[in-house]
């Protein structure tokens, strides 16, 4: 029965090979190298096994699989330095069952089943429990949520997403500049981000490529909530700028 099921196993991927041809595709701007296949008879179309790099090493940020196009079966990502950082499967290119997604030191953060649509498991990392400004309509006030905005792909691919493709400025290298640049913006009661702004500026050209960064991250957040429900509120990122010696 196993002599059968690895021919089986054989012939499926030497189908799959025989439709497929492989491309591997570099973004300077992200530092990233993306390795997929595509259907033969029509080349947009990725099929089977995808894996992203870093451009200069041979370290996974990402791997997964498409099928049709869209990506199926188990998903991973991946710290620079290889850890998991989450991990769950997608079905017709949406994002389905429980998904778990890890700090940079490889502790839980989220687990979220996204099939029914609720929050399994917490830990915020610790810049996120301190007070928050909560916004209503023109009225503010700074205070303790019940629980704080909740990035459904975790602190860890956060802090991958962030310093993906985030390049020093020239600027600021030639004026020494670094430090601790603060981006903030407003999460609404329905979880959609907008409003970006400088809270703590650097200059030098810190200031747009923090935003710049901040945008690109893609991916689903879950609101703040106080006394019981969804409420917008200021949200703040900090992003570090450090010479090498």
């Given at each position: 029965m196993?002599t059968i ?7 499926t991927?030497i189908?799959?090979s025989?439709?497929?041809?492989r491309?591997?595709?570099?973004n ?5 190298r993306?390795?997929y ?13 995808y ?5 200069f090493?041979?370290r996974l ?7 049709n196009?869209?990506?199926d079966?188990?998903w ?9 950082v989450?991990?769950g499967l997608?079905k ?6 429980n998904?778990k ?7 839980m953060n989220?687990?979220?089943d996204?099939t ?7 830990h ?14 023109k009225?503010t006030?700074?205070?303790?949520l019940?629980?704080p ?23 600021a ?5 670094q430090?601790t ?6 999460i609404?009661?329905?979880?959609v981000?907008?409003?970006?702004r400088i809270?703590k500026s650097?200059?030098h ?6 935003i710049?960064?901040?945008k ?12 019981g429900?969804?409420?917008a509120?200021e949200?703040e990122m ?8």
């Amino acid at each position: 029965m196993k002599t059968i099921l690895l021919c089986m196993g054989l012939l499926t991927a030497i189908g799959v090979s025989a439709q497929t041809t492989r491309k591997i595709v570099d973004n300077k701007e992200l530092n990233t190298r993306e390795k997929y296949y595509v259907l033969k008879t029509d080349k947009q179309i990725k099929q089977g096994l995808y894996q992203q790099s870093n451009l200069f090493s041979t370290r996974l940020t990402c791997e997964g699989y498409y099928k049709n196009n869209l990506k199926d079966s188990l998903w991973t990502f991946y710290a620079f330095d290889g850890k998991v950082v989450e991990t769950g499967l997608y079905k017709d290119g949406k994002k389905t069952g429980n998904w778990k997604c890890y700090n940079p030191d490889g502790t839980m953060n989220v687990e979220y089943d996204f099939t029914n649509g609720k929050l399994l498991n917490f830990h915020p990392p610790k810049r996120d429990t301190g007070k928050y400004l909560v916004i209503n309509g023109k009225d503010t006030i700074q205070t303790y949520l019940d629980r704080p905005p909740v990035y459904l792909d975790g602190d860890g691919r956060l802090s991958v997403a962030m310093v993906t493709g985030m390049r020093y400025p020239r600027e600021a290298r030639e004026y020494g500049t670094q430090g601790t640049l603060i981006v903030a913006f407003t999460i609404n009661q329905q979880g959609v981000i907008s409003g970006y702004r400088i809270k703590k500026s650097l200059g030098h050209g810190c200031d747009e490529e923090g935003i710049k960064a901040i945008k690109r991250v893609d991916g689903d957040w879950l609101p703040g909530m106080l006394n019981g429900k969804p409420v917008a509120v200021e949200y703040e990122m900090p992003l570090s700028f450090a010479l090498s010696n």
